[in-house]
């Protein structure tokens, strides 16, 4: 999931709702020394965009006036705060590449083993090549490499992937890209597969031609 693009004010909002794990609209302007109409602006927008979920929380015993709303942030801010993924990724690879130096092998087949599992139905339901083509682009650009496909003159087909999600990943460990690439060779048996633009390798995309095989 991409972050979403939002304000340096809507921002400071979202921080101070992650800090605080709830919060009323006049908590969060008395936080932030905004006015509780601001502060209700923002939250009102957070809240269209998915960002932010009220709740109406009633007011004690003795309490009068309209149930108080009661603001959260939603799964989908999540990626507006710094992750560390790639390096934990890293970490663990690397020791379990020292417990067992084939290990790391074995890891990246079973991922490979698994995404084919994942695709092949998928695929199965596409009678052409073309039509397989363009639902193994989809599933990429599902998995986060921004992936595109196109046809090409000579039959062939060319499949473009604009972003690697695993690139923190794939630059210590080659067995990533080799992965990759056996991936796309076995879900198209009746193509050839070729990488012509590697991103490791300096490209700004990774690319691969699908040439058709003689029936």
């Not at 003159?153 to 210590?172: K, M, P, T, W, Y």
């Amino acid at each position: 999931m991409s972050p979403p693009t939002i304000s340096d004010s809507r921002r400071s909002v979202i921080e101070a709702l992650k800090q605080a794990g709830e919060a009323t609209a006049e908590q969060l302007a008395g936080t932030l020394g905004m006015t509780v109409a601001g502060a209700r602006q923002h939250l009102s927008a957070l809240v269209d965009e998915g960002l932010v979920t009220g709740s109406e929380e009633p007011r004690g015993a003795g309490e009068r006036g309209r149930p108080r709303l009661v603001y959260a942030l939603t799964r989908r801010a999540e990626p507006l705060f710094p992750k560390a993924y790639d390096e934990l990724a890293n970490d663990l690879l690397a020791h379990i590449e020292a417990e067992d130096g084939t290990l790391i092998d074995r890891i990246f087949v079973r991922r490979r083993d698994a995404r084919v599992d994942h695709a092949v139905p998928r695929l199965a339901t596409k009678r052409t090549l073309r039509g397989k083509v363009a639902e193994l682009a989809r599933i990429l650009d599902e998995d986060g490499y921004l992936a595109e496909w196109t046809a090409v003159g000579d039959g062939s087909f060319r499949i473009v992937e604009h972003n690697c999600a695993i690139l923190a990943v794939a630059q210590r460990h080659p067995q990533a890209c080799r992965s990759e690439i056996e991936f796309l060779q076995t879900v198209l048996p009746e193509a050839d597969v070729t990488r012509v633009s590697h991103i490791v390798a300096g490209a700004h995309q990774c690319a691969y031609v699908v040439t058709p095989r003689a029936s």
